[in-house]
């Protein structure tokens, strides 16, 4: 069969490094915005979230920022370690409480 | 040790078996949900539970059957497995008061011939 888009963006980056990883959204209703890292093999875990009455929100290393006009979120890690390589995924809740929607990931390397 | 579980973790069908993914979790969570994961694609919700009893639709529901029965498990149900339900299947689960810190299963591989 014919294989569609398997090759998800990547971002490279030194060890020591920040990185920042960017999601567009779709929909502008949405109230709650994740982030999610999967390491290989591995099931997701929660990062972070933010609601979208805010524009910055900060945990361990990591600082999201939304930007509703635009519709864009992106996930800022601080001095990238070499645990933090992972695909990291996006998602946004839709009008119904509980209902996600994920975004296709970005693969973070990060070399030593 | 807090964890949501699935079984099988790997598992190789034909056509048309009926069989069911199990998953559980010893958390006490409300919600639970699950999720294909496919290349390219990315993550896609199947279907979500927000306690007992109460299910709803998730982006792509179609072939699949869920039921919540106990607040600790939400099996997978594929009454009528096809080829393009050959995916990688993720449970999770939450607190209702933090509903997308959701804990992830192991994921379970399923390949339909």
């Known amino acids: 069969g014919e294989s569609v888009g398997l090759h998800l963006p990547t971002l490279s980056v030194q060890e020591g490094d920040n990185s920042i990883i960017n999601c567009a959204y779709s929909n502008s209703a949405s109230d709650y915005f994740i982030w999610y890292k999967q390491e290989s093999g591995k099931g997701p875990q929660f990062i972070i979230d933010?609601?979208?009455?805010?524009d910055k929100r900060q945990g361990q290393r990591v600082t999201v920022l939304l930007n509703k006009t635009v519709k864009h979120l992106s996930l800022q890690i601080a001095a990238t370690q070499p645990g933090d390589s992972a695909v990291y995924f996006c998602a946004e809740n839709t009008w119904l409480w509980g209902k996600l929607i994920f975004g296709q990931g970005t693969e973070l390397s990060v070399k030593p | 040790e807090a964890q949501v579980t699935q079984n099988p973790r790997y598992l190789i069908t034909v056509t048309g078996k009926k069989l069911t993914v199990t998953c559980s979790q010893n958390m006490n969570h409300e919600y639970m949900s699950w999720y294909r994961q496919d290349p390219g694609l990315g993550l896609r919700q199947i279907y979500y539970?927000?306690?007992?009893?109460?299910?709803d639709k998730g982006d792509v529901p179609e072939g699949y059957k869920v039921s919540r029965k106990e607040k600790r498990n939400f099996p997978l149900i594929l009454e009528s497995p096809s080829p393009n339900q050959t995916s990688l299947y993720f449970c999770?689960?939450?607190?209702?008061?933090?509903?997308?810190?959701?804990?992830f299963g192991p994921g379970t591989r399923l390949t339909v011939t």
């Open positions: 933010i609601r979208s009455n805010m």
């Open positions: 999770a689960s939450s607190l209702s008061d933090s509903l997308y810190e959701q804990y």
């Open positions: 539970s927000m306690n007992v009893e109460v299910t």
